[in-house]
């Protein structure tokens, strides 16, 4: 097992390196250069060619690609992603705070996501075919087909404007992770539920399942072994939530004013704020490679027939 994961682990190396390059590029590729992005940035009114060389000078954007690039990750894998072009702040004081009210509003959304996965999956699993079980999965599929936004401005014409029950925006306290979390679960719940559900009726004709059955075993303690049988399934899914959550919430963030990285994320691009686009796709994309390296690592330790693949 532990030579499985070293090798699922290094195979996230190189695509490490390719995200870095990519995103690295981010501040090459863009339509306005650096250098007269930062002097908007200060306010300066007519960027002239002396001006601009200056600032180009000063970044550093007359070396080399490759060495300017050596440098960069060097310093990321610091923690050091340079300065805001717009606040003049190190981007990591910007980044810390965003990342860890993003992470709140991920750890309540997917403990919703868990517990109603699992609820649901079991309700349906054992009522298959009838017509709870056909409106529960009618509902959940309703709900991952529509757009978080308009699911998120219904919710706070209901709940929030004509119910006064909870607010409409801000991180205030508790109640402010209602509707945030209740949008960011909806989607995906819907989804995983469908996976455990699926699994527990295949897991009704286990060669397990029937001897238990055949022994007497309580239908309670059969069911259990079916659920804990599902989860094998679907744990390396849910470690894959995590990182899709963090990406789900450019939308739920700005819809609800949330204080965290897809606000700032969303700034900063309006704003042209590149080293701060550079380290949000960096985060991002570096939590998909390492969840998904989790997630398969998880499921082979859970299913040993997995770690033959790689």
Partial sequence: MLRYAARRALAAVPLLA?????????????????????????????????L??????????????????????LSALKLDFGQSYVTGQPVL??????????????????????????????????????????????????????????????????????????PTSGLGGPA?????AAVLAAGYAGVYFRVIRSSMIAGRHDDSILYGRACG?????????????????TVPIFAMAVPILLGSTVVVENVFAW?????????????????VIQAFVLLLASAFVLFNAAADIVGAMLDPRLRKEL
């Avoid at 390719?18 to 940035?41: G, T």
Wanted: hydrophobic fraction near 55%.
């Fill in 18 to 50: 390719a995200i870095s390059f990519l995103a690295f590029l981010l501040n090459q590729l863009a339509p306005i250069e650096p250098a007269v992005a930062v002097l908007h940035a200060q306010g300066v009114p007519q960027a002239t060619e002396e």
């Fill in 93 to 166: 004081a910007l980044l810390g705070p965003a990342l860890l009210h993003t992470l709140q509003l991920a750890a309540v959304s997917f403990a919703v996501i868990v517990l109603l996965s699992i609820g649901l999956g079991v309700f349906c699993a054992l009522r298959e075919g009838t017509r709870l079980d056909q409106g529960t999965r009618a509902a959940a599929f309703f709900l991952t087909a529509l757009p978080p936004y308009l699911l998120a401005a219904g919710l706070v014409w209901l709940l929030s404007v004509k119910l006064d029950l909870l």
């Fill in 176 to 180: 402010s992770f209602v509707l945030p």
């Fill in 259 to 275: 204080p965290g990285l897809g606000t700032m994320s969303v700034k900063a691009i309006l704003s042209r704020d590149y080293p």
């Fill in 52 to 73: 601009i060389a200056a600032k180009r000078t000063e970044l550093g954007l007359d070396r080399p690609l490759p060495i300017r690039y050596a440098e960069w990750l």
């Fill in 217 to 233: 075993l309580p239908e309670r303690t059969l069911t259990l072994r079916m659920l804990v049988q599902s989860l094998r399934l």
